[in-house]
Protein backbone atom coordinates (compact mmCIF):
# COMPACT_ATOMS: atom_id res chain seq x y z
CA UNK A 1 0.00 0.00 0.00
CA UNK A 2 1.27 3.57 -1.09
CA UNK A 3 0.28 6.26 1.65
CA UNK A 4 2.87 8.19 1.16
CA UNK A 5 1.19 12.09 0.48
CA UNK A 6 3.50 12.41 -1.93
CA UNK A 7 1.51 9.86 -3.93
CA UNK A 8 -2.00 10.08 -3.53
CA UNK A 9 -3.26 7.61 -5.66
CA UNK A 10 -0.87 4.99 -4.46
CA UNK A 11 -1.73 1.37 -4.57
CA UNK A 12 -1.29 -1.06 -7.36
CA UNK A 13 -3.51 -0.53 -10.67
CA UNK A 14 -7.17 -1.58 -11.07
CA UNK A 15 -8.07 -5.06 -11.17
CA UNK A 16 -11.46 -6.82 -11.04
CA UNK A 17 -11.15 -7.29 -6.71
CA UNK A 18 -10.72 -3.47 -6.53
CA UNK A 19 -13.40 -2.41 -9.72
CA UNK A 20 -16.03 -4.98 -7.77
CA UNK A 21 -14.86 -3.03 -4.46
CA UNK A 22 -15.34 0.15 -5.94
CA UNK A 23 -18.66 -0.94 -7.46
CA UNK A 24 -20.03 -1.57 -3.82
CA UNK A 25 -19.45 1.52 -2.60
CA UNK A 26 -20.58 3.49 -5.75
CA UNK A 27 -24.05 4.20 -4.56
CA UNK A 28 -23.04 5.74 -1.54
CA UNK A 29 -20.26 7.66 -3.29
CA UNK A 30 -22.91 9.21 -6.00
CA UNK A 31 -25.20 10.14 -2.37
CA UNK A 32 -22.34 12.29 -0.95
CA UNK A 33 -21.39 13.97 -4.24
CA UNK A 34 -25.38 14.66 -4.82
CA UNK A 35 -25.48 16.23 -1.44
CA UNK A 36 -22.29 17.88 -1.48
CA UNK A 37 -23.62 19.78 -4.73
CA UNK A 38 -26.46 20.88 -3.10
CA UNK A 39 -25.30 22.20 0.04
CA UNK A 40 -22.62 24.02 -2.33
CA UNK A 41 -25.62 25.68 -4.30
CA UNK A 42 -26.61 27.27 -1.12
CA UNK A 43 -23.29 28.94 0.08
CA UNK A 44 -23.02 32.59 -0.23
CA UNK A 45 -20.12 33.51 -2.48
CA UNK A 46 -18.41 35.31 0.54
CA UNK A 47 -18.14 32.29 2.40
CA UNK A 48 -16.72 29.97 0.00
CA UNK A 49 -13.13 28.75 0.13
CA UNK A 50 -11.06 30.54 -3.16
CA UNK A 51 -8.83 27.87 -4.73
CA UNK A 52 -5.51 29.04 -2.87
CA UNK A 53 -6.98 28.04 0.27
CA UNK A 54 -9.21 24.95 -1.42
CA UNK A 55 -6.09 23.73 -2.78
CA UNK A 56 -3.78 23.96 0.55
CA UNK A 57 -6.63 22.35 2.58
CA UNK A 58 -6.42 20.00 0.45
CA UNK A 59 -2.51 19.56 0.52
CA UNK A 60 -2.90 19.46 3.97
CA UNK A 61 -5.16 16.93 4.23
CA UNK A 62 -3.33 14.61 1.94
CA UNK A 63 -0.08 15.43 4.64
CA UNK A 64 -1.83 14.54 7.78
CA UNK A 65 -3.30 11.13 6.04
CA UNK A 66 -0.50 10.32 4.71
CA UNK A 67 1.56 10.78 7.94
CA UNK A 68 -0.82 9.52 10.45
CA UNK A 69 -1.87 6.82 7.90
CA UNK A 70 1.66 5.40 7.41
CA UNK A 71 2.26 5.32 10.70
CA UNK A 72 -0.90 3.32 11.99
CA UNK A 73 -0.70 1.06 9.07
CA UNK A 74 2.81 0.22 9.01
CA UNK A 75 2.18 -1.04 12.85
CA UNK A 76 -0.80 -2.72 11.70
CA UNK A 77 1.13 -4.55 8.66
CA UNK A 78 4.43 -5.20 10.98
CA UNK A 79 2.01 -6.85 13.89
CA UNK A 80 -0.18 -8.84 11.64
CA UNK A 81 2.59 -10.51 9.27
CA UNK A 82 3.64 -12.46 12.34
CA UNK A 83 0.03 -13.21 14.06
CA UNK A 84 -2.07 -13.20 10.30
CA UNK A 85 -1.50 -13.40 6.53
CA UNK A 86 -4.98 -12.84 5.70
CA UNK A 87 -5.02 -9.78 7.58
CA UNK A 88 -1.73 -8.72 6.24
CA UNK A 89 -2.85 -9.11 2.55
CA UNK A 90 -6.15 -7.05 3.36
CA UNK A 91 -4.25 -4.13 4.90
CA UNK A 92 -1.45 -4.50 1.76
CA UNK A 93 -4.18 -3.86 -0.73
CA UNK A 94 -5.47 -0.48 0.84
CA UNK A 95 -5.49 2.88 -1.38
CA UNK A 96 -4.52 6.41 -0.02
CA UNK A 97 -6.70 7.56 -2.49
CA UNK A 98 -10.19 5.88 -0.49
CA UNK A 99 -8.48 6.85 2.54
CA UNK A 100 -8.83 10.28 1.78
CA UNK A 101 -11.96 10.37 0.45
CA UNK A 102 -13.07 8.87 3.72
CA UNK A 103 -11.65 11.52 6.10
CA UNK A 104 -12.67 14.44 3.67
CA UNK A 105 -16.23 13.33 4.54
CA UNK A 106 -15.74 12.70 8.03
CA UNK A 107 -14.37 16.13 8.24
CA UNK A 108 -17.36 17.67 6.84
CA UNK A 109 -19.18 16.30 9.96
CA UNK A 110 -16.94 17.92 12.30
CA UNK A 111 -17.05 21.68 12.32
CA UNK A 112 -14.88 22.59 15.08
CA UNK A 113 -12.27 20.80 13.48
CA UNK A 114 -12.45 21.74 9.93
CA UNK A 115 -12.01 25.10 11.03
CA UNK A 116 -8.75 25.00 12.95
CA UNK A 117 -7.07 23.76 9.55
CA UNK A 118 -9.40 26.26 7.84
CA UNK A 119 -8.31 28.96 10.15
CA UNK A 120 -4.40 27.10 9.95
CA UNK A 121 -4.26 26.96 6.10
CA UNK A 122 -5.61 31.09 5.83
CA UNK A 123 -3.64 32.74 8.55
CA UNK A 124 -0.43 30.61 6.66
CA UNK A 125 -1.35 32.05 3.07
CA UNK A 126 -1.99 35.49 4.65
CA UNK A 127 1.86 35.31 6.35
CA UNK A 128 3.23 34.02 2.84
CA UNK A 129 1.25 37.19 1.53
CA UNK A 130 2.63 39.62 4.24
CA UNK A 131 4.25 42.76 2.37
CA UNK A 132 7.90 43.35 2.39
CA UNK A 133 9.20 46.49 2.91
CA UNK A 134 6.58 47.76 4.68
CA UNK A 135 8.68 48.28 8.50
CA UNK A 136 12.66 48.35 8.60
CA UNK A 137 13.74 44.64 9.87
CA UNK A 138 14.48 44.58 13.56
CA UNK A 139 16.58 42.55 15.54
CA UNK A 140 14.78 40.25 17.57
CA UNK A 141 13.79 41.53 21.02
CA UNK A 142 13.71 39.09 23.16
CA UNK A 143 15.79 39.85 26.37
CA UNK A 144 16.68 36.65 28.89
CA UNK A 145 17.98 33.09 29.06
CA UNK A 146 14.06 31.71 28.94
CA UNK A 147 12.42 33.89 26.10
CA UNK A 148 15.78 33.08 24.02
CA UNK A 149 14.96 29.68 24.57
CA UNK A 150 11.35 29.77 24.04
CA UNK A 151 12.29 32.35 21.09
CA UNK A 152 14.96 29.39 19.80
CA UNK A 153 11.90 26.92 20.13
CA UNK A 154 9.56 29.01 17.43
CA UNK A 155 12.45 29.45 15.20
CA UNK A 156 12.10 25.58 14.70
CA UNK A 157 8.95 25.14 14.73
CA UNK A 158 8.57 28.01 11.83
CA UNK A 159 11.39 26.04 9.92
CA UNK A 160 9.08 22.60 10.19
CA UNK A 161 5.93 24.37 9.12
CA UNK A 162 7.70 26.75 5.62
CA UNK A 163 8.55 22.60 4.74
CA UNK A 164 6.28 21.84 2.33
CA UNK A 165 3.51 19.78 3.65
CA UNK A 166 4.16 17.25 0.64
CA UNK A 167 7.68 16.71 1.74
CA UNK A 168 9.54 15.23 4.89
CA UNK A 169 9.70 15.82 7.67
CA UNK A 170 5.67 15.49 7.70
CA UNK A 171 4.76 18.08 10.47
CA UNK A 172 1.10 18.14 10.70
CA UNK A 173 1.21 20.43 13.60
CA UNK A 174 -2.38 19.26 15.04
CA UNK A 175 -4.40 20.42 17.99
CA UNK A 176 -4.65 17.53 20.78
CA UNK A 177 -7.93 17.28 20.09
CA UNK A 178 -7.99 17.01 16.37
CA UNK A 179 -4.65 14.78 16.56
CA UNK A 180 -6.68 12.54 18.48
CA UNK A 181 -9.84 12.59 15.96
CA UNK A 182 -7.76 12.24 13.18
CA UNK A 183 -6.16 9.42 14.65
CA UNK A 184 -9.36 7.10 15.23
CA UNK A 185 -10.61 8.44 11.80
CA UNK A 186 -7.87 7.33 9.90
CA UNK A 187 -7.69 3.99 11.76
CA UNK A 188 -11.11 3.41 11.02
CA UNK A 189 -11.24 4.25 7.34
CA UNK A 190 -8.08 2.12 6.49
CA UNK A 191 -10.48 -0.94 8.50
CA UNK A 192 -13.61 -0.21 6.17
CA UNK A 193 -11.02 -0.29 2.86
CA UNK A 194 -9.57 -3.35 3.96
CA UNK A 195 -12.50 -4.73 4.99
CA UNK A 196 -12.53 -8.87 5.22
CA UNK A 197 -15.03 -10.69 5.94
CA UNK A 198 -16.03 -11.12 9.72
CA UNK A 199 -13.72 -14.12 10.67
CA UNK A 200 -10.95 -14.00 13.22
CA UNK A 201 -8.77 -12.12 10.44
CA UNK A 202 -11.23 -9.19 10.78
CA UNK A 203 -10.65 -8.88 14.53
CA UNK A 204 -7.31 -9.27 13.99
CA UNK A 205 -7.07 -6.49 11.77
CA UNK A 206 -9.37 -4.58 13.78
CA UNK A 207 -6.59 -5.16 17.04
CA UNK A 208 -3.52 -4.32 15.09
CA UNK A 209 -4.98 -0.97 13.78
CA UNK A 210 -6.81 0.53 17.06
CA UNK A 211 -3.11 -0.09 18.70
CA UNK A 212 -1.26 1.22 15.84
CA UNK A 213 -3.45 4.17 16.55
CA UNK A 214 -3.27 4.06 20.12
CA UNK A 215 0.65 4.15 19.31
CA UNK A 216 0.60 6.93 16.98
CA UNK A 217 -1.02 9.17 19.42
CA UNK A 218 1.55 8.17 22.19
CA UNK A 219 4.01 9.67 19.67
CA UNK A 220 2.03 12.86 19.29
CA UNK A 221 3.54 16.17 21.05
CA UNK A 222 0.96 18.86 21.46
CA UNK A 223 3.69 20.77 22.43
CA UNK A 224 5.72 21.10 19.18
CA UNK A 225 3.42 23.11 17.66
CA UNK A 226 4.23 26.26 16.04
CA UNK A 227 1.05 28.02 17.40
CA UNK A 228 1.82 26.66 20.60
CA UNK A 229 5.36 27.79 20.71
CA UNK A 230 4.53 31.07 19.67
CA UNK A 231 2.17 30.89 22.25
CA UNK A 232 4.64 30.25 24.95
CA UNK A 233 6.95 33.02 24.06
CA UNK A 234 4.38 35.18 24.14
CA UNK A 235 3.51 34.36 27.79
CA UNK A 236 7.35 34.27 28.12
CA UNK A 237 8.12 37.39 27.29
CA UNK A 238 4.83 39.14 28.23
CA UNK A 239 4.80 42.52 26.45
CA UNK A 240 2.61 45.55 26.80
CA UNK A 241 3.31 49.33 25.47
CA UNK A 242 5.80 50.14 23.86
CA UNK A 243 7.77 46.99 24.01
CA UNK A 244 4.70 45.15 22.71
CA UNK A 245 4.30 47.81 19.44
CA UNK A 246 8.25 47.17 19.11
CA UNK A 247 7.62 43.78 18.82
CA UNK A 248 4.58 43.35 16.40
CA UNK A 249 6.80 45.95 14.15
CA UNK A 250 9.46 42.70 14.23
CA UNK A 251 6.96 40.26 13.57
CA UNK A 252 5.23 42.39 10.97
CA UNK A 253 9.05 42.70 9.18
CA UNK A 254 9.60 39.33 9.08
CA UNK A 255 6.60 38.11 8.38
CA UNK A 256 5.88 36.06 11.17
CA UNK A 257 2.44 36.33 11.36
CA UNK A 258 1.65 33.43 13.51
CA UNK A 259 3.77 35.41 16.32
CA UNK A 260 1.91 38.36 15.48
CA UNK A 261 -1.04 36.43 16.43
CA UNK A 262 0.27 35.32 19.48
CA UNK A 263 1.64 38.29 20.95
CA UNK A 264 -1.66 40.26 20.61
CA UNK A 265 -3.92 36.72 22.03
CA UNK A 266 -1.31 37.21 25.20
CA UNK A 267 -1.60 40.77 25.69
CA UNK A 268 -5.52 40.97 24.76
CA UNK A 269 -5.93 38.14 27.32
CA UNK A 270 -7.53 36.16 25.20
CA UNK A 271 -6.53 32.64 22.92
CA UNK A 272 -4.79 32.10 20.05
CA UNK A 273 -7.30 30.57 18.61
CA UNK A 274 -9.68 33.70 18.92
CA UNK A 275 -7.40 35.35 17.35
CA UNK A 276 -6.34 33.98 14.54
CA UNK A 277 -10.71 34.00 13.60
CA UNK A 278 -10.12 37.47 13.81
CA UNK A 279 -7.32 38.26 11.11
CA UNK A 280 -8.73 35.28 8.55
CA UNK A 281 -12.12 36.91 8.55
CA UNK A 282 -12.05 39.98 6.55
CA UNK A 283 -15.81 40.90 7.89
CA UNK A 284 -15.16 40.61 11.45
CA UNK A 285 -14.56 44.30 12.76
CA UNK A 286 -13.65 43.19 16.23
CA UNK A 287 -9.62 42.80 15.52
CA UNK A 288 -9.68 46.47 15.63
CA UNK A 289 -11.87 46.85 18.54
CA UNK A 290 -9.40 44.13 20.17
CA UNK A 291 -5.79 46.37 18.95
CA UNK A 292 -8.05 49.48 20.55
CA UNK A 293 -8.37 47.71 23.70
CA UNK A 294 -4.59 47.42 24.12
CA UNK A 295 -3.83 51.10 23.52
CA UNK A 296 -1.92 50.79 20.52
CA UNK A 297 -1.00 53.96 19.05
CA UNK A 298 -2.94 54.66 15.60
CA UNK A 299 0.47 53.98 13.26
CA UNK A 300 0.59 50.85 14.75
CA UNK A 301 -3.15 49.47 14.20
CA UNK A 302 -2.75 51.22 10.82
CA UNK A 303 0.45 48.85 10.03
CA UNK A 304 -1.57 46.09 11.02
CA UNK A 305 -4.72 46.20 9.14
CA UNK A 306 -2.38 47.15 5.92
CA UNK A 307 -0.49 44.97 5.85
CA UNK A 308 -3.27 42.02 6.09
CA UNK A 309 -5.21 44.11 3.58
CA UNK A 310 -2.33 43.54 1.28
CA UNK A 311 -1.79 39.85 2.15
CA UNK A 312 -5.53 38.91 2.08
CA UNK A 313 -7.03 40.09 -1.23
CA UNK A 314 -10.60 39.78 0.92
CA UNK A 315 -10.23 42.79 2.57
CA UNK A 316 -10.70 46.15 1.43
CA UNK A 317 -8.25 49.05 2.65
CA UNK A 318 -10.63 51.69 1.76
CA UNK A 319 -13.08 50.13 4.17
CA UNK A 320 -10.70 49.44 6.71
CA UNK A 321 -9.02 53.03 6.82
CA UNK A 322 -13.06 54.37 7.74
CA UNK A 323 -13.18 51.97 10.30
CA UNK A 324 -10.21 52.98 11.85
CA UNK A 325 -10.97 56.01 12.38
CA UNK A 326 -13.80 55.35 14.14
CA UNK A 327 -11.83 52.67 16.21
CA UNK A 328 -9.73 55.41 17.34
CA UNK A 329 -12.31 57.70 18.06
CA UNK A 330 -13.63 54.70 20.68
CA UNK A 331 -12.45 55.22 23.90
CA UNK A 332 -10.02 52.34 25.01
CA UNK A 333 -12.18 51.02 28.41
CA UNK A 334 -15.46 51.25 25.85
CA UNK A 335 -13.15 48.84 23.41
CA UNK A 336 -12.14 46.85 26.03
CA UNK A 337 -16.09 45.91 26.79
CA UNK A 338 -16.80 45.75 23.51
CA UNK A 339 -14.45 42.69 23.25
CA UNK A 340 -15.12 41.53 26.75
CA UNK A 341 -16.61 38.00 25.44
CA UNK A 342 -13.79 37.21 23.36
CA UNK A 343 -11.36 37.01 27.23
CA UNK A 344 -14.14 34.26 28.36
CA UNK A 345 -13.35 30.50 27.71
CA UNK A 346 -14.19 29.39 24.07
CA UNK A 347 -15.98 26.87 25.63
CA UNK A 348 -18.14 28.98 27.43
CA UNK A 349 -18.97 31.24 24.60
CA UNK A 350 -19.47 28.24 22.23
CA UNK A 351 -22.09 26.90 24.79
CA UNK A 352 -23.30 30.23 24.97
CA UNK A 353 -24.04 30.70 21.29
CA UNK A 354 -25.60 26.90 21.24
CA UNK A 355 -28.17 28.09 23.73
CA UNK A 356 -29.02 31.22 22.10
CA UNK A 357 -29.28 29.32 18.31
CA UNK A 358 -31.79 27.03 20.40
CA UNK A 359 -34.09 29.38 22.13
Not at 147 to 166: I, M, N, V
Request: charged fraction near 25%; aromatic fraction near 4%.
Amino acid sequence: MSIDPTDPLGGTPADVATLLAEADGAAALVRRLRGAAIRDLLIPDAARLDDRRRAALRTLIRAIVGTIGADIHDFALRRLTEVDEGGAAALSRVDACHLIASIEARLGTDEAIAGDLIDRVTLDLIGDGLPSGLIEQAPEPWQGRAAERAGEALRQAESRRRTPPDQPPYATDLPAESQAAFTWWIAAAIADVARPPLTDTSAALDRALADGAAHSLAQADEGERLEAAATRLAAVADLRGGALVGTLDHALAERRVVLLAALIAHAAGTSFDSVRVLMTEPADPRLWLLLRSLDLPRESIARIGFALCEADHRRDVERFADQLDAVMSLPVADAVLATAALRLPAAFRAARATGETVR
